[in-house]
């Protein structure tokens, strides 16, 4: 720029000293600067508005080219469908959205506002990232699934698809030994249909597909770091089940009211239960009262560790242990038109390695192999057997079943209603943040 200047003042000394020979100049100065004329010397002798009218233009037909900023770093605005685009990349600066805070009440509604208290939340920050990325992945895969799973789509479609999606937006596939260690599934899809409530995905060559008169409840797991987000909605295709659908998700959120630091656990169990059982259901001109599945419960969430030992019930009961701060809990509901009561049954999917596993001396190769397997790639993360085909893994069951008869690895069976009843289910991750609650799962969708 600063020669372009000089270059400009040396013309304007060598031209005439009249007002019009000095704004022609001035107006041919700057169109050769834009590369828009190349003309003689003879240009000098036009008119004053000639001159004005062709900078004018000149100053018009710069602005036009001006060329567009570039996007720093190109990456997308906005996600695709099926999603795709990692969190990290659609949230560059790191600030990833926040869940529902919900204040504490009665003799903790001093938190809210207690410096010490808020200082403590602040320390935790890396915390609080981490369990927010995987939120927003979680967020945003489900409210994918649940615009798109349809009847007639087979279960392993359905399950892959979301699998997919999470390991896309957490931006770790898993296929690298360790990346799932770092992100991605912090828990199998349960895909658990009608009676069964529970822990059912299908293993390799499942062939089973969703029927419109299916109730499904859709569990999914995210995390970063081991930081776990735990969420689970129902899908139902006939409005009969609506009452159903609705016991459920009012129930959860009450259990997610009544939590808190310092609540006991009895305590959320007997509101949720009170709220759950106030519902009814007609299918097939027979009412049936929605009852509470008396032996599910939600949990609390360690880093890395699934189910971290204590349990909130939803039924009343006499447990006196109460929620601390700085804990992570799943609130988890679950209703049936049947006997409110679940059993083990049909075959078994999903497994986790013991935090606490023993010291055992293993015979079989091929159950340290899969035990290889296992720590390298998911350490204490829950897992199923499709993860492990995924991993190229074969001929690994009779191995896998010595691991849980040898007390390293626990498997989880379907757990399942009697047979002809319809059960549902909902649940949220909630941080019990030093001055507030972080209902960090919550979305536009539930």
């Not at 040396?10 to 600067?33: F, I, Q």
Request: charge should be negative; proline fraction near 4%; hydrophobic fraction near 30%.
């Amino acid at each position: 720029m600063a020669a372009q200047a000089s270059e400009g003042m040396e013309k304007l000394k060598l031209s005439d000293s009249t007002a019009s020979k000095t704004k022609t100049n001035g107006a041919k100065s700057a169109l050769k600067e834009n590369g828009e004329l190349d003309r003689d010397d003879s240009d000098e002798e036009a008119d004053d508005d000639g001159a004005a009218g062709e900078a004018t233009t000149a100053a018009k037909k710069k602005r036009k080219r001006k060329p567009k900023k570039k996007k720093a770093g190109g990456n997308a605005k906005a996600q695709t469908s099926p999603p795709t685009v990692p969190i990290s990349n659609l949230f560059q600066n790191k600030v990833y959205p926040e869940g529902e805070i919900q204040e504490y009440k009665n003799e903790n509604s001093y938190r809210t506002t207690n410096e010490e208290k808020r200082h403590l939340d602040r320390m935790n920050q890396d915390f609080l990232t981490e369990y927010r990325e995987a939120a927003e992945a979680h967020r945003q895969v489900r409210q994918w699934a649940q615009k798109n799973i349809k009847p007639g789509q087979t279960l392993t479609e359905i399950a892959e698809g979301i699998e997919n999606g999470v390991r896309a937006l957490t931006n770790h596939q898993g296929l690298e030994e360790g990346d799932n260690i770092k992100g991605g599934m912090g828990f199998p899809t349960g895909l658990s249909i009608n009676n069964c409530a529970a822990h059912y995905t299908p293993n390799m060559g499942n062939t089973m597909v969703l029927q419109q008169d299916d109730v499904m409840k859709v569990d999914i797991g995210a995390h970063i770091n081991g930081r776990i987000v735990d969420s689970a909605f129902t899908l139902a295709f006939e409005p009969k089940y609506d009452n159903l659908l609705a016991a459920v998700k009012d129930a959860t959120n009450t259990g997610v009211r009544e939590a808190g630091i310092d609540v006991r656990m009895c305590d959320i169990g007997a509101a949720i239960q009170e709220v759950m059982e106030s519902y009814e259901v007609e299918l097939g001109g027979t009412t049936y009262p929605v009852k509470c599945i008396r032996n599910l419960n939600g949990h609390n969430i360690g880093q890395y560790q699934i189910h971290g030992g204590k349990s909130v019930p939803i039924v009343k009961g006499g447990d006196q242990t109460k929620m601390e701060e700085g804990e992570v809990f799943a609130i988890e509901t679950f209703g049936s038109t049947g006997k409110g009561f679940v059993r083990d049954d049909l075959e078994t999917s999903h497994y986790c390695k013991r935090h606490d596993a023993p010291n055992v001396a293993l015979r079989l190769s091929s159950a340290k192999s899969v035990l290889n397997t296992i720590t390298k790639n998911f350490g204490t993360l829950p897992f199923c057997r499709r993860y492990l085909d995924r991993l190229g893994q074969d001929k690994y069951l009779l191995g896998l079943n010595n691991l849980v008869s040898s007390g390293i690895v626990e498997s989880y069976p379907p757990l399942c209603d009697v047979k002809g009843s319809y059960t549902a289910q909902y649940e949220h991750t909630i941080l019990l943040r030093p001055n507030v609650k972080e209902v960090i799962s919550r979305g536009d969708d539930f």
